[in-house]
DNA sequence: CGATGTCATGACATCGGTGTCATAAATGAA
DNA sequence: TTCATTTATGACACCGATGTCATGACATCG
């Protein structure tokens, strides 16, 4: 592999010129460049990022560590969407000309300090921290000296994170569909313990009381997922007595519980969305898009959340944060309107969008 | 940062004495061992991967390009599955005591080159190139000096990869089918320009064949889901036309698509899997796991896909490769048998495995 | 015309590890 | 006891960039 000395030699030239033109930190003369130029494209030369680390002390490595990529495996697989977070942070990332370091714990939290340890050989500016749903965790006392930035979840210390507003993201989806003719609106939540089930559930109150409607209870219930350590399906119980509060929409947890429900009520003869509307979270597009009818689902902004947390990291190694930013960022997200949701009121018109033609 | 000349002199010995005591390449006495041991702790002393780099020539690092993660955005969706392809690959090249450098091209091919100039600066020892479904790429000529290994997709050369074996696959979903008791057996295929349409309807055929069953060619019709470039529903019409050659089961190119066709067929007023089995492929698990009834797929193995290519790449970079090894190795999978299958012979037991309790 | 400044370039040291070789002490064999 | 090994350690150079400083050739200014 040719080096720079190398290429100074073909060029006749110093090394240091060499390095003149690829930086542009100095002025170099013009046929000096030219001759350079092509020496380089004639060795096909590939400038060593190992060297210029070791002489810079910069790596222009962002570490991005992960467990749900493989959680997936062993829990649930609500982490799939990640993805669209490694998309959102890389196309920053790479603006600023730096690479990204993905590391995937493989869901088992004891193989994060081992990945770190990597990180830190490679000497990463800064560390993209992400959790595989909206959750508080604690960060290994080892990260404290490096930038980091939480993704999809927050800390006692404040660490620096930026958040999906499920609040707002409840509040948008409910607000809507009392807005497309809908009173009674019925909610199969998160488990309770989930730190996004109490937000949301504020946001569909919030949703109620700013149209000055009443909440029934009863229209609100934990919707658990079949999972390996619940082998019944408590969700067919918790349809059960939602349905007996008489909802003209169920809006569920996510896209997964909605794909679900689909099948149950159509067991029981219920048409979508002409008996009853169905609403997602998630926005999970393999599924919400091809759902039939396609499910209306809050989206989870997971690539510009992505994006956001690249942009607060980069600005915290550059140290460029403003001063009054807070430590705490919240995305928010529209919903995306499909047909499962029914519009009642002959009054509102062209809020139902992407009406597909049968 | 501590260097190692830190840790000598806190130790009181020389810097290749510490290093010794890293690499174990040379025997250490116990007490000095310790006393560097100590003086890592003391310090948080962690080795710089550049300099190590540098001086041996050997970055420790595999380099992953894929195009799928992004190309969600604009085509299909093809791709998510692809994180299992990650995960595969790094247990494996994680046990090799190396460092996986994944790059997303964004879907945007014109990226590639640049993804590739960042793999070169970093010294990579070898490329696992990462198609979103089964089909044939060109490599770009700057490829070939490198150990490559391609991944769910090949190319003229005889570049070395790892393929699904498409057409084993769908032969075992077939086969199993008649084995419950099937016969007219409808299959809603790929857009017939993909590789896996062609070796998957071969496996459909031979499965036929080797119960003697003849094939009804109507029962098989290409299955286009609705996409940008095609806004009518042409999955409608396909199913349309199998219908009325009477299958009692029908086979789908994906698990979207299956997901589909539950939706189209319950609007028909037909029960899955009552009057009608329903089986898809990939084993999208998020999907598959999470219809109503779940969903009998066959399996497409993108971690061992991804952990048999990492495999392969290091025996090519270590040059252990076995003299008679193929260049082209096809993975294969079982079904994941679920409940919208329906055993239609009562002589035939215990097949049907993974029953719900309702 | 000499002083000063800018442009263009090179010599040299340095970043933090590790390969090579040298050396001294301890051990074992003859 | 003496020579041959083995064990334990250090000195030194080197990997490939780039920061610092020096230098020579011109250009500009008073």
């Given at each position: ?15 240091k010129?060499v ?7 100095a ?16 060795l ?14 910069r ?22 969407p990640?993805?669209y977070?490694?998309?959102g942070?890389q ?19 004891d ?9 830190r ?7 993209l ?22 993704v ?15 609040e ?15 009173q ?8 309770e ?27 609100i ?63 999970y ?36 944060t ?9 995305v ?27």
């Amino acid at each position: 592999m040719a080096t720079i000395y190398d290429v100074a030699k073909a060029a006749g030239v110093s090394p240091k010129t060499v390095s003149r033109v690829m930086n542009g930190d100095a002025p170099v003369n013009q046929a000096t460049r030219e001759a350079v130029e092509q020496a380089m494209l004639a060795l096909n030369y590939v400038p060593s990022s190992a060297a210029r680390t070791m002489r810079s002390q910069r790596s222009g490595l962002i570490g991005m560590i992960t467990g749900a990529i493989s959680t997936t495996h062993q829990f649930e697989d609500a982490g799939l969407p990640e993805i669209y977070l490694v998309q959102g942070a890389q196309r920053v990332i790479g603006q600023s000309n730096r690479t990204l370091l993905i590391a995937d714990s493989g869901g088992q939290a004891d193989r994060i300090p081992t990945l770190l340890q990597t990180f830190r050989e490679h000497r990463v500016e800064g560390i993209l921290y992400v959790a595989e749903y909206h959750r508080e965790v604690t960060l290994p006392a080892s990260l404290r000296d490096l930038p980091i930035v939480l993704v999809n979840c927050f800390d006692a210390a404040e660490t620096p994170c930026i958040l999906p507003d499920d609040e707002g993201g409840q509040f948008t989806l409910v607000d809507g569909l009392i807005r497309r003719g809908h009173q009674r609106i019925a909610y199969l939540t998160l488990p309770e313990h989930q730190v996004a089930c109490g937000l949301r559930v504020a946001g569909y109150h919030r949703a109620h009381a700013q149209h000055g409607i009443a909440v029934d209870e009863r229209l609100i219930q934990v919707g658990a997922l079949p999972s390996p350590t619940h082998e019944f399906d408590l969700l067919w119980d918790a349809l059960d007595r939602v349905l007996k509060a008489e909802p003209t929409v169920i809006c569920c947890a996510n896209d997964k519980m909605a794909m679900r429900v689909y099948g149950l009520l159509r067991d029981r003869g219920v048409a979508i969305p002409q008996q009853m509307s169905v609403a997602g979270y998630d926005d999970y597009r393999m599924i919400a898009e091809h759902l039939h009818p396609g499910l209306t689902s809050a989206v989870l902004p997971y690539a510009a959340m992505g994006a956001r947390a690249a942009d607060k990291l980069l600005r915290l190694i550059g140290g460029s944060t403003k001063p009054g930013e807070p430590n705490r960022e919240h995305v928010s997200a529209p919903v995306a309107w499909r047909d499962s949701v029914l519009t009642r009121d002959a009054n509102v018109t062209q809020l139902n969008s992407r009406r597909r033609e049968t």
